[in-house]
């Protein structure tokens, strides 16, 4: 299997009410995170991975009309944590991430990857922040009543 490459796209699910929707890791049962996924190739443009991530955790189509991601223009660079790293190139520790997010109805048909996440849960945003294991989830989270126009 070829490496991951360092660079991914995290897309926060959220309502107009601000419930935002997590997923439970399959290999890590009780870690609980936002859609997110590596690029699959380097050229991929970001708007294709969030795009494609969402619809492989969620089932979720953003079609740009009715379901539109909205890039934040903002990355995180995090270390990449010690139990994932082998996914990687020898050597690489970082890993580049790009934040994007998405309004949903309440009522929309969630189906999870049963291979990548376990169960789902719409939480009130600052509940959900508290939830996520990843900080750069949480505070993306915690960001998004800026970004969703809330503020």
Same mark, same amino acid.
């Not at 580049?96 to 990548?116: A, G, Q």
């Not at 600052?126 to 809330?150: K, T, V």
């Given at each position: 299997?070829?490496?991951?490459?360092?660079?991914?796209?995290?897309?926060?699910?959220?309502?107009?009410?601000?419930?935002?929707?997590?997923?439970?890791?399959?290999?890590?049962?009780?870690?609980?995170?936002?859609?997110?996924? /590596?690029?699959?190739?380097?050229?991929?443009?970001?708007?294709?991975?969030?795009?494609?991530?969402?619809?492989?955790?969620?089932?979720?189509?953003?079609?740009?009309?009715?379901?539109?991601?909205?890039?934040?223009?903002?990355?995180?660079?995090?270390?990449?944590?010690?139990? #994932?790293?082998?996914?990687?190139?020898?050597?690489?520790?970082?890993?580049?991430?790009?934040?994007?997010?998405?309004?949903?109805?309440?009522?929309?048909?969630?189906?999870? /990857?049963?291979?990548?996440?376990?169960?789902?849960?719409?939480?009130? #945003?600052?509940?959900?922040?508290?939830?996520?294991?990843?900080?750069?989830?949480?505070?993306?989270?915690?960001?998004?009543?800026?970004?969703?126009?809330?503020?």
């Amino acid at each position: 299997m070829p490496h991951k490459i360092p660079e991914s796209v995290l897309v926060v699910i959220h309502t107009s009410e601000m419930e935002v929707l997590l997923i439970e890791r399959a290999d890590r049962p009780g870690f609980w995170q936002s859609v997110t996924g /590596s690029l699959d190739a380097l050229d991929e443009p970001l708007i294709q991975a969030a795009t494609r991530e969402l619809f492989e955790e969620t089932g979720i189509v953003a079609d740009g009309e009715t379901i539109r991601l909205h890039d934040w223009q903002l990355s995180n660079v995090y270390e990449i944590y010690p139990v #994932w790293r082998h996914r990687y190139a020898p050597g690489v520790t970082h890993n580049t991430e790009h934040i994007f997010s998405v309004c949903v109805p309440r009522d929309i048909p969630i189906i999870l /990857s049963p291979r990548e996440h376990l169960r789902y849960a719409w939480l009130p #945003w600052l509940e959900a922040a508290d939830r996520c294991f990843s900080s750069s989830n949480a505070e993306a989270i915690l960001q998004l009543p800026r970004h969703a126009g809330y503020s």
